[in-house]
């Protein structure tokens, strides 16, 4: 089934969907092919039809996570200041579903044991750092930022920090603090 403009989702949505349902909730491991079928009510052939596999269907996962990352960061800094800008984007990963957040974690443990999934993150890190690193060069130009600074290490442990703000399921709490932009832009100030 394609999109149309009735507002049905396509075959591969709906899997899509379903899959990340049953990842975030049961887990990579936990979770079957034949139980994505019946979370999404199709057939074990129009899911092949699809996906071959479950790391086709984390590829699919990782490249929207990518996707969002990059319309996070993909904005040049047009009046704004980089630390504003990466104080206002880590502040708005915890505004993402707690499913959605869920997902991003379960995939980057699976990470850490599937050589095949460890090679789709670090293209999509690889991708993420490039974009942060675009935002840096904005800075430097505005004079925002030390010429000394390594963009790829500084990129990959802001990276690091967001990721950590996902998997923290008290962020929410401290994110909103009054003290959180303030603490961050001391951070940022002495990394940058």
């Known amino acids: 089934m394609e999109k149309t403009n ?6 591969q949505d709906r899997i899509l969907s379903a899959a990340k349902q049953c990842f975030s909730k049961h887990g990579f491991h936990s ?14 052939g129009t899911l092949y039809h699809h996906f071959s596999s479950k790391e086709a269907l984390i590829q699919a996962i990782i490249f929207e996570a990518q996707e969002r990352a990059l319309i996070r960061f993909g904005e040049p800094l047009n009046g704004i200041s980089l630390i504003d800008y990466l104080i206002e984007s880590t502040q708005s990963l915890v505004d993402e579903d707690c499913s959605e957040r869920a997902l991003v974690v379960e995939i980057m443990a699976e ?3 599937n050589q095949q999934v460890a090679e789709m993150l670090k293209k999509k890190y690889t991708i993420i750092a490039a974009s942060i690193i675009e935002r840096f060069n904005d800075a ?6 030390r010429d000394t600074v390594n963009k790829e290490i500084a990129a990959r442990l802001l990276m690091a920090l967001s990721y950590g703000i996902m998997s923290d399921n008290q962020s929410q709490e401290y994110v909103q603090h ?3 932009p ?3 832009r001391s951070m940022l100030a002495g990394l940058l």
């Open 6 to 11: 009735t507002g049905e989702i396509s075959t």
């Open 31 to 44: 979770t079957s092919m034949k139980h994505i079928c019946q979370t999404c009510n199709i057939s074990p």
């Open 178 to 180: 009054k003290d959180y």
């Open 140 to 145: 430097q130009a505005n004079n925002e930022i």
């Open 111 to 113: 990470g850490m044991r």
């Open 182 to 184: 303030a603490t961050l």
